[in-house]
Nanobody
Framework: QVQLVESGGGVVQAGGSLRLSCAVSGSIFGLNTMGWYRQAPGKQRDLVATITVGTCASYADSVKGRFTLFRDADTVYLQMNSLKPEDTGVYYC?????????????WGQGTQVTVSS
């Protein structure tokens, strides 16, 4: 099992910054891909940024140049700058484990980000 615990959400004014953290614990062998998704009220959960071992991070067009995803040991961060009201939503950490025995998808509990105009 893999546990993901997010933190760092909050309320910020437009133009401000926040850093989200996702602490990873448990059976991390084979944990190849990690990322962040967000879900705005009444909308589906969309990919924000993702990184796979051995590759560079990729981003949704709406956040390119403003958000940075990086990983340090067992924590994954999402640095969010120049925040806009449309960035508001619940942000979920995601991890995908791939081994010869199968593929598993894990989610954190989510952290709320609210950007006021």
């Amino acid at each position: 099992q893999v546990q993901l615990v997010e933190s760092g959400g909050g309320v910020v004014q437009a133009g401000g910054s926040l850093r989200l953290s996702c602490a990873v614990s448990g059976s991390i062998f084979g944990l190849n891909t990690m990322g962040w998704y967000r879900q705005a009220p009444g909308k589906q959960r969309d990919l924000v940024a993702t990184i796979t071992v051995g590759t560079c991070a990729s981003y949704a067009d709406s956040v390119k140049g403003r958000f940075t995803l990086f990983r340090d040991a067992d924590t994954v961060y999402l640095q969010m700058n120049s925040l806009k009201p449309e960035d508001t939503g619940v942000y979920y950490c995601n991890a995908i484990k791939s081994t010869t025995f199968g593929r598993w998808n894990y989610w954190g509990q989510g952290t709320q980000v609210t950007v006021s105009s």
